[in-house]
């Protein structure tokens, strides 16, 4: 009974960090982090106790700012997904063909639990991004189509998984159904646990993995670790169409994309530590 209880407990106490996952998350990068501190520094200024720090706590909030400014920026976005992520080239249907991958995975991206417009639930514009190029690969290379995603770690337990709406979706658009749905990941690591177990009982080892192209990286590696042999299949790179001033002005695009390129620099650090032998 010890035995079995101690052998319970690291997976328990894992499943419970993993659920706070997206609060911690959140919390490091960018947009929540830099509030805070801001807060922090200006809380300190405004202490009277301070005065003896001088302008230290004005001139740190000053550098805050600074930092929330040029991570707000779509040229330090680009600039760090450039330098700080593994570079992953598109691909096309006629390399799928020649490199005899068997179907196409589609990694989900999000779910809007109860879209107005829809009377019910849908995708998230990155995740229809991310099936929408699979069903282009898929009719142009002709291969099945397979979409991973259940519900997150931040989902409410009530929501529909993510594999279900995108099949949904594509009954909306009158597109081919999914040949395979894994509807019970709550992320990345699992989708590649899960995704692969499905696969592998039908004899695929091959497979082309659609997803945006700063999410590649991290996710070839935890699909391979699976044992399946990946061709990456990227889209939606992190890149501007905007002038050179504009993209030196902060937008909510330039934060969020910036928060997108550190979270995965941060997962790609864990990931090292966590295959490393």
Request: proline letters at 6%; charged letters at 15%.
């Amino acid at each position: 009974m010890i035995a079995c209880a101690a052998t319970q407990m690291p997976a328990t106490l894992m499943d419970t960090l993993l659920a706070l996952k997206p609060i911690l998350t959140t919390l490091v990068l960018p947009a929540c982090s830099g509030l805070l501190l801001l807060f922090v520094w200006w809380v300190w200024a405004w202490r009277g106790s301070a005065r003896a720090h001088g302008r230290r706590p004005l001139v740190l909030a000053s550098i805050t700012t600074l930092l929330l400014w040029f991570l707000s920026c779509q040229a330090v976005a680009i600039w760090l997904s450039l330098h700080l992520l593994p570079q992953v080239s598109p691909v096309g249907a006629d390399d799928l063909q020649h490199q005899h991958v068997q179907a196409i995975v589609v990694l989900g991206g999000g779910v809007e639990n109860e879209a107005i417009e829809y009377d019910g639930p849908t995708l998230s514009p990155d995740a229809m991004s991310r099936l929408l190029y699979g069903v282009y690969l898929s009719r142009r290379a002709q291969l099945p189509l397979a979409y991973t995603g259940g519900i997150g770690w931040a989902g409410p337990s009530h929501q529909t998984s993510e594999a279900e709406v995108a099949a949904i979706a594509l009954t909306r658009l009158g597109a081919p159904a999914l040949r395979w749905q894994e509807s019970q990941s709550r992320d990345t690591h699992e989708n590649a646990l899960l995704m692969a177990r499905l696969l592998k009982n039908e004899g695929i080892t091959h497979v082309a993995l659609v997803t945006h192209a700063w999410h590649m990286p991290r996710s070839v590696r935890q699909f391979e670790a699976t044992g399946l042999q990946i061709t990456p299949a990227p889209m939606g790179y992190i890149r501007s169409d905007l002038s050179p001033l504009l993209q030196w002005l902060p937008s909510g695009k330039g934060l969020r994309d910036s928060g997108w390129v550190i979270r995965e620099w941060l997962g790609l650090l864990l990931t090292d530590v966590h295959f490393k032998p």
